[in-house]
């Protein structure tokens, strides 16, 4: 798991962690965070230290809502050419998948940047293309940097785009884990520095780490928190400083910040969070597909949201249980068969899980 020069150094953190006696609870907000711990074992590892490790909503797939997938669903119906990232093709909606739809005739394509479906739209000016924009603060400077270039009249985005910080302010004041330090995502991270954590630690007392992903990254940010615990500090560190500067990316949010503006919205497992979602600013607002389709989107008015029957995606993304409390994982639900999202991408904790502890 550690490479020759880095396991004295875990050896050494991990006899320290074990004489602390520590019980703790620390979240964490990133799907490469997950694959790093569960692949190499360090959730077992620091659970034998008293570091009860939890995945927050780290995972922009995960996190989209019921709702945005039926967006998604209508305007690919309604005959657009909806354009879209692989992994959001097999999340289920109410009836139906986005590949189910592909399937049954829809001009729905699998692209790997926005760049690509923006490239599509030019060549082809007689469709009119919506592409679903995905993810946080690390992905929304391309959505935010293509648009401010200039995109075609047929090009429009579905937007759902999230913001982190608000979101760990949220799981906080929902009060139902009750934690004691947070792991904050590398990615997300390099591009809005740490500064953007500060009032979390000020206003709330919890510790943080902004950490990278190799095992002896995280072993370290995990490190730094419980010493924090242990100290009675709170505060945001950076044991990523190789990559993650305190100012962060100032060119990235500076397109961001032109481009795109913080608006009310859920998250899959919550209710509204303030300022957690990313909107088209006006100048931009005739590439907004909600505004440009309002028509054809108004059937989705009244219709029921909730989860699938069963899963649990939800309580996992708050933090509550383990992937494996849920009584359909691995059973019913599988990445063969996914009944939630947290099962469909790489990035949710069920996926991962499955993936290297399904016989456990």
């Given at each position: ?231 009675g500090r709170a505060e945001i560190e950076n044991e990523y400083s190789r990559v993650v500067q305190t100012e962060g990316n100032p060119k990235a949010i500076a397109v961001m910040n032109e481009v795109l503006e ?99």
């Open positions: 798991m550690f490479k020759f020069r880095d396991k004295e150094i875990a050896q050494k953190a991990i006899a320290n962690l074990e004489t602390w006696g520590l019980d703790i609870k620390v979240m964490h907000v990133c799907g490469g965070h997950q694959d790093t711990l569960i692949r190499y074992g360090l959730d077992d590892m620091l659970k034998n230290t008293g570091i009860d490790v939890r995945q927050g909503p780290g995972c922009p797939v995960c996190v989209t809502t019921a709702k945005e997938i039926e967006e998604a669903m209508v305007l690919a119906r309604a005959g657009k050419t909806f354009m879209v990232f692989g992994d959001m093709m097999r999340v289920p909606g109410k009836d139906d998948t986005l590949f189910d739809l592909k399937g049954k005739g829809a001009d729905i394509k699998m692209v790997y940047s926005i760049d690509d479906a923006v490239k599509f739209a030019e060549q082809n000016p007689g469709k009119e293309v919506v592409f679903m924009s995905i993810g946080f603060e690390t992905t929304a400077p391309s959505t935010a940097a293509v648009l401010n270039a200039g995109v075609p009249d047929n090009f429009a985005i579905l937007c759902t785009h999230r913001y982190v910080p608000p979101a760990l302010k949220g799981i906080i004041e929902l009060g139902e884990v009750k934690l004691n330090g947070l792991i904050e995502p590398g990615h997300v991270s390099t591009i809005i520095g740490t500064k953007p954590y500060e009032f979390l630690s000020k206003d709330y007392g919890v510790p943080q780490v902004v950490t990278g992903f190799e095992p002896l990254d995280l072993l370290m940010g995990f490190y730094m928190v419980a010493k924090q615990v242990k100290e913080p608006y009310d919205v859920a998250w899959r497992g919550f209710g509204i969070i303030p300022g957690s979602g990313m909107k088209l600013k006006s100048e931009y607002e005739q590439h907004d597909a909600r505004l440009k389709y309002e028509d054809i989107l108004k059937e989705l008015e009244g219709m029921d949201f909730s989860e699938p029957k069963g899963c649990r995606c939800g309580e996992v993304l708050r933090g509550l249980i383990d992937s494996r409390e849920c009584p359909m994982f691995g059973k019913a639900c599988n990445p063969a068969n996914p009944i939630g999202p947290c099962m469909v991408t790489a990035e949710g904790s069920c996926n991962i899980v499955y993936k290297y502890k399904k016989n456990e």
